[in-house]
Nanobody, 125 residues
Framework: QVQLVESGGGLVQAGGSLRLSCTAS????????MGWFRQAPGKEREFVAAITWSSTITSYTDSVKGRFTISRDNAKNTVYLQMNSLTPEDTAVYYC??????????????????WGQGTQVTVSS
């Protein structure tokens, strides 16, 4: 069993930055591909970013490319999402997800095995 706990959300003004953290327990993150997804009110959950278990490949949705960076610290068993130049359109609950078994990362939420509880990000204009 894997538990994922997100932190780092909050309220920020447009143009500001936040760094989200996702700390795993029950399994080491270097054996899991990790993803970040978000869900805004009234919208479906959408892919944001992902990193493979080997950290060799990262992927992003087009709307965050150049602004968001996904990374991992295996020593801390934590994955991060650095978010810069935030806009009100980035307002959502952000979820961390894990795909076990040394599988590749994915943009499809159904490919992930474990999910965190989510952390709220609110960007004011």
């Amino acid at each position: 069993q894997v538990q994922l706990v997100e932190s780092g959300g909050g309220l920020v003004q447009a143009g500001g930055s936040l760094r989200l953290s996702c700390t795993a327990s029950g399994r080491t993150v270097n054996s899991m591909s990790m993803g970040w997804f978000r869900q805004a009110p009234g919208k479906e959950r959408e892919f944001v970013a992902a990193i493979t278990w080997s950290s060799t490949i990262t992927s992003y949705t087009d709307s965050v490319k150049g602004r968001f960076t996904i990374s991992r610290d295996n020593a801390k068993n934590t994955v991060y999402l650095q978010m810069n130049s935030l806009t009100p359109e980035d307002t959502a609950v952000y979820y961390c997800a894990a795909r076990v078994g040394f599988k590749s990362s994915s943009r499809y939420s159904g490919d992930y095995d474990y999910w965190g509880q989510g952390t709220q990000v609110t960007v004011s204009s």
